[in-house]
């Protein structure tokens, strides 16, 4: 796989602190937290996201603005509809992912295309477990909001402690009326 070795690869989540639940029976995830939210367009803006067909089709079919969409799926026919084409690639592999986005990221700093404020190159892995599963090995950092929710639900985010990831970059607790929670960031 050819890889930029200036482009961080990232992964992004809200977790269940205890059980690393990220999902809910039936798909969704299991909170509402709209600093979470804005937590979450704040850091991927301007860069590409990497996404499972399923976690994809939970957007609506409908890109989020600032941010090239890259979707896998094991489904060769999978379409998107040509209005959104230039904002949305469909891939088969997570090499494949990275390998695409890592061009993506590449260009679109030289053609300066995103208004991001966080300008270091960097691609971001937003879910779901599979693919989360799939990427871990290739990530650098974790970008995790541990939500204080003590669910154990279905759909979990993979066991990141056991791969290295122990650096503490960022830590910043913070609640709303339902939940406390800690917005950190991690590195091996």
């Given at each position: 796989?050819?890889l ?6 990232s ?7 205890e ?14 937290i ?27 079919g ?23 084409s230039?904002?949305?690639s ?12 890592s ?34 090995p290739y ?7 541990l ?22 970059i ?12 800690e917005?950190?960031v991690?590195?091996?």
């Amino acid at each position: 796989m050819n890889l930029n070795q200036n482009i961080k690869i990232s992964l992004i989540s809200a977790i269940d602190r205890e059980s690393h639940t990220i999902g809910k029976e039936g798909g969704g995830l299991p909170w509402k937290i709209p600093e979470d939210f804005l937590h979450f367009k704040k850091t991927t803006m301007g860069h590409p996201i990497i996404m499972g067909r399923t976690t994809w089709e939970e957007f609506g079919g409908k890109p989020l603005p600032g941010r090239h969409h890259i979707v896998i799926t094991r489904q060769t026919d999978y379409k998107i509809a040509d209005e959104i084409s230039d904002r949305v690639s469909v891939v088969t592999s997570i090499e494949k992912s990275l390998e695409l986005a890592s061009e993506i990221e590449n260009n679109s700093h030289k053609e300066n295309k995103f208004s991001g404020e966080n300008k270091e190159k960097e691609i971001f892995v937003i879910g779901g477990a599979q693919i989360y599963e799939l990427a871990l090995p290739y990530a650098n950092r974790l970008y995790l909001t541990l939500v204080d929710a003590h669910l154990d639900g279905p759909v979990k985010f993979p066991d990141y402690e056991t791969a290295s990831f122990t650096k503490i970059i960022f830590s910043r607790k913070s609640r709303d009326e339902n939940f406390r929670y800690e917005f950190l960031v991690l590195e091996k």
